[in-house]
């Protein structure tokens, strides 16, 4: 059984999103390609500082 940490499962549901983003909200396949890297960065990024802010509020 396959039973990934949080952070796999982050980077798995940010790839998914963002794959669906690209091709739903641009028309060229440059666009999504870029668009649907931007959309990767920003769920990433966004989790990793959501992460440290939740670890400086606890300590």
Do not use: N
């Not at 982050?10 to 390609?33: C, D, E, H, N, Y």
């Not at 890297?37 to 670890?55: D, N, R, T």
């Amino acid at each position: 059984m396959f039973a990934p940490s949080h952070f796999i499962a982050v980077l798995l549901f940010a790839s998914f999103a963002s794959v669906v983003f690209g091709i739903t909200q641009r028309s060229t396949p440059k666009a999504m390609v870029r668009y649907g890297a931007y959309c990767w960065v920003l769920f990433v990024g966004s989790v990793i500082a959501a992460s440290w802010l939740m670890w400086l509020i606890r300590r």
